[in-house]
């Protein structure tokens, strides 16, 4: 649907008409109408109806629009719900609705919203309180006169070659809780500074830089009575009828290039009358270029719950696009560990349009990670006017984003596996691990001394292995495979070449490993009769559907059957999530459970469909184990592995769920197909002496001993009493364990 939304975004944005006047909402009305195409919005466009999301494509999405406009665009066919008869009375509910909060204080300082001196004095007091970790400064001055303030955070000491990172809210005035998010990181970072050891040394480390509101002439506006609570761009007396830059069009990055910008006064991406035209851009400028070591950045907005990433302005990735979407990736399940909200990672391009001059772009093209944040809520409604009973957790679930940055620019060297980690290690195999490293921040891997230490079994043998270096940033580590119920433990220790020192595990944890055991396989050349909703069945898939992506295939990854949603074509639009639920599998005394099957799916990316993966124990809740993150077009049969064992492990009834949908109103695929579906788990400890793994301690793990006698090198099965001596001792112990 990319296409789509370009040309629909772009036409939004580019002419948004004139804001209504100061009795400016008499008679208008807040609508989700429901775009189909293009001609929709052009329609809309020529009524008069001003877009509030900006963020326009197929589906649902908030505009304010008169009694009659709404007549007129259901004559023509397209859908809206109004939402709000009228905006004053709905301005006035969500008044009431602040003001109740307040006095219920529930949150303290975050109960409710605040205003641009709320806000200055609050991180004055923050600071005041802890002067020797904390000041406020001045950025600079707006049209109206007002200050922008900021407040720089770092341990006490030098800072001078210490990292910098900017957290900035409100270049557009109405996303207030783009505001609250920021005050609340800093207050967070001060107070973990003196009871959390882990932001202690980010803060030793890196000095943060907080602006949470850029645009307080704007910000002020949207406040103020007579003033307009849905007021985007700053507040620049244009010489005519409109006022306002927008702000987060008028960087030097591909400045005016047409891609959701306008030159119109009126509209609300007017990119200004030239680069850099704005006090307020201006000002975050010169702090910015004050700044050594610049190394990440976050623009927060609202709204849409997405982490954007650079380029903005082109489809052209990034040279350093895989740093950059890795750590989109720590942010986004950071921001999902803690509530359970999904946001999505992308470029701007691939999730929403393309939009030049951009804040995120520049900071990027000046050395930076930069990043905007669309803060909740997702859908079309309330939009900017959150409930403030959801502040708290929008700012916790954010907190934990940023130290998800935090983390990643404090690892010197960044360690991903490119084909995920190994869970088990069977006797007698090599198990190959690709280990992909980088260096975020600049530095070289000292491939010579890079390392991985094995330990087998609690206190148990430990050897060290050197990684072999495959050139550029990939290497590989050979784990030889571990005894029957041993958990093989795991590290890596690698450095830079100027001598900094990274663990993968960090901290003195490790990664595991045991001895595969398979407890379900489900082939699929036999009905299973799993539990089905929709159009979810068991049979032999006829290649059919594939409007977009590719078909369906034509028979199953092993034999002709699979279970699929809808064997016979593509999924259908408006689709509620229809699942397909397998269990309960008993998998007590069961630890480290992997899911495996053969996947062939295909569907649109997850702004508009969705298909996932859940887990559920016993009476517990489903937990999602896996949801598409873009677009997938799965042209052959593919294995896939997931590791449930925080939700299955040690569990008597376990399910396992499939679902499709939801879907959007337009552009159908063909969905998922799942063949050979098993279930793995490390085979349990205590079982020493089952030197050949079979389950027994019997005659043949004696003869095995016999028939390797002599000396061990490194870990052998047959060395049960691990001394590197395969002798009486062992005999002794197996023939212990019968
Ligand atoms: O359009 C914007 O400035 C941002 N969205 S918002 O609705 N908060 O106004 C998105 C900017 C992200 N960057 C690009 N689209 N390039
Ligand atoms: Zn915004």
């Known amino acids: 649907m990319i296409t789509t939304i370009l040309t629909i975004a772009t036409v939004l944005c580019t002419h948004t008409p004139t804001a209504p ?98 806000v200055n004095t609050h991180i004055q007091q923050l600071a005041d309180n802890a002067p020797e970790l904390a000041s406020v400064f001045e950025v600079g001055t707006t049209h109206e006169g007002r200050t922008i303030f900021g407040i720089r955070i770092t341990s006490p000491g030098d800072a001078t070659n210490r990292n910098r990172i900017l957290f900035n809210g409100c270049q557009h005035a109405r996303e207030w809780i783009a505001v609250m998010v920021p005050v609340y990181i800093a207050e967070h970072l001060i107070e973990g500074w003196s009871n959390n050891s882990e932001i202690q040394s980010f803060l030793d480390s890196t000095e943060v830089i907080i602006v949470p509101i850029v645009n307080p002439d704007g910000y002020e506006w949207t406040y103020a009575s007579g003033g307009d609570r849905f007021w985007r761009k700053n507040r620049r007396n244009n010489n005519g009828s409109c006022e306002g830059v927008d702000l987060n069009r008028n960087w030097d990055i591909d400045w005016n290039g047409g891609d959701s910008t306008s030159t119109s006064t009126c509209s609300d991406v007017y990119v200004g009358p030239s680069v850099f035209s704005e006090p307020e851009t201006q000002a975050m400028r010169s702090l910015i270029e004050s700044l050594p070591n610049f190394v990440t950045h976050i623009d927060f907005h609202s709204y849409s719950q997405l982490i954007l990433k650079a380029w903005g302005y082109t489809s052209t990735p990034h040279p350093d696009d895989d740093i950059i979407q890795s750590l989109g990736i720590a942010m986004r399940d950071a921001y999902q560990s803690v509530h359970g909200e999904q946001y999505i990672v992308g470029t701007p391009g691939d999730v929403l349009y393309y939009a030049d001059g951009t804040f995120q ?7 930076a990670l930069g990043y905007t944040v669309e803060l909740r809520p997702t859908g079309s409604s309330p939009g900017f006017d959150l409930p403030p009973s959801e502040i708290i ?28 980690l190994i869970q088990f290690v069977n006797p007698g195999e ?41 050139g550029g940033e990939l290497f590989t580590a050979y784990i030889p495979g571990s005894l029957c119920g041993l958990t093989t433990e795991f590290w890596l220790d690698v450095e830079t070449m100027s001598g900094q020192y990274q663990r993968y595990p960090a901290g003195d944890t490790s990664l595991t490993a045991g001895v595969a055991q398979l407890i379900e396989h489900v082939t699929m050349d036999q009905n299973p009769n799993w539990t089905t909703e929709g159009l979810w069945s068991w049979g032999q898939p006829a290649g059919g559907g594939g409007q977009y992506g590719n078909p369906d295939p034509t028979s199953g990854a092993t034999g002709n059957n ?71 077009t799965d042209s052959q049969w593919q294995t896939v592995s997931y590791d449930i064992s925080g939700m299955a492990d040690d569990s008597d009834s376990v399910w396992v769920r499939w679902t499709m949908g939801s879907t959007d109103s337009a552009w159908q695929y063909s969905g998922w197909n799942i063949d050979d579906v098993s279930i793995s788990a490390s085979i349990p400890p205590g079982v020493a002496g089952d030197v050949n793994c079979d389950g027994l301690v019997d005659v043949e793990d004696v003869l095995a001993v016999i028939s390797s006698w002599g000396p061990c090198e490194g870990v052998c099965a047959e060395d049960v009493v691990p001394d590197q001596n395969i002798n009486v001792s062992d005999i002794l112990l197996v023939i212990a364990n019968w």
């Open 21 to 118: 006047s100061i009795d400016r909402y008499e008679g208008w009305m807040m609508t989700n109408v429901e775009i189909e195409s293009p001609e929709d919005i052009e329609y809309l466009r020529n009524l008069g109806a001003r877009s509030l999301a900006c963020y326009d494509h197929a589906g649902q999405t908030q505009m304010l629009m008169t009694e009659k406009m709404i007549e007129s665009a259901r004559l023509h066919h397209i859908s809206t719900k109004i939402t709000e008869r009228n905006i004053t009375t709905y301005i006035e509910k969500i008044d009431q609705q602040r003001s109740d909060a307040r006095a219920a204080g529930i949150g303290g300082w975050y109960s409710d919203f605040k205003t641009w001196p709320e």
């Open 393 to 420: 957790p929008t700012c916790e679930e954010s907190f934990e984003g940023i130290l998800a940055m935090l983390r990643f620019i404090s690892n010197p060297i960044s360690i991903t596996f490119p084909n995920g």
């Open 562 to 632: 699979v279970i699929g949603y809808n064997l016979n074509g593509d999924y259908e639009n408006n689709l509620s999530e229809k699942h397909l639920v397998a269990g309960p599998f008993n998998l007590s005394g069961n630890q480290n459970t992997q899911l495996q099957f053969s996947r062939y799916l295909n569907v649109e990316q997850p702004v508009y469909d969705h298909a996932s993966i859940a887990v559920k124990s016993g009476a517990g809740s489903w937990q999602t184990v896996w949801t598409n993150s873009s677009e997938i």
């Open 430 to 470: 090599m198990h190959e691990l690709s280990i992909q490293m980088q260096t975020p921040l600049g530095g070289e891997v000292n491939s010579s001394t890079a390392k991985v230490h094995i330990r087998y079994g609690e206190d148990g043998t430990e050897a060290t292995v050197p990684l072999q270096h495959n």
């Open 361 to 367: 772009d520049w900071t990027t093209s000046v050395g």
